[in-house]
């Protein structure tokens, strides 16, 4: 497993980081499968508690294939997280080349009864384990 970046990025008060890891022991290259995971921890930093509802992924690979993911929750989980409180999974994906990225948003609702995004910041994936750090 080959893991080099921390990703992260703030909105609203929640702050969502990401470390990705290439799985070269699930992967199989002359069938064009590469399988990457990824371990993502949401934080709430603000003074409201919120609820995580859904989610979007936009998923890209270096060969132009792209991939939209859209759901309730994330892992089978809609997690309710007061001030202070963090929740955290591991998930994964199957490109068809070496590269690509994720990116997207999750969905949450605040006890006040407003509804936001939270960015989940642009992250790269590399089999070869090196790409830009943010």
């Given amino acids: ?55 979007r992924w936009l998923i890209a690979d270096s060969i132009g294939e792209q991939t939209e993911v859209q759901g309730e929750g994330v892992v089978g989980q809609q997690p309710t997280l007061r001030p202070g409180m963090v929740h955290e999974y591991q998930s994964f994906c199957v490109l068809k080349s070496p590269e690509g990225h994720m990116e997207g948003q999750y969905f949450f609702r605040r006890d006040d009864g407003a509804r936001f995004a939270a960015e989940i910041p642009r992250f790269h994936l590399n089999a070869a384990g090196i790409g830009p750090v943010h």
Avoid: C, W
């Fill in 1 to 55: 497993m080959t893991s080099r970046a921390f990703y992260y990025r703030m909105t609203q008060g929640i702050r969502v980081t990401v470390k990705p890891s290439y799985l070269a022991s699930e992967s199989r290259p002359d069938l064009g499968r590469y399988v990457f995971a990824y371990h993502v921890r949401i934080e709430n930093v603000s003074r409201h508690t919120v609820q995580l509802l859904a989610r």
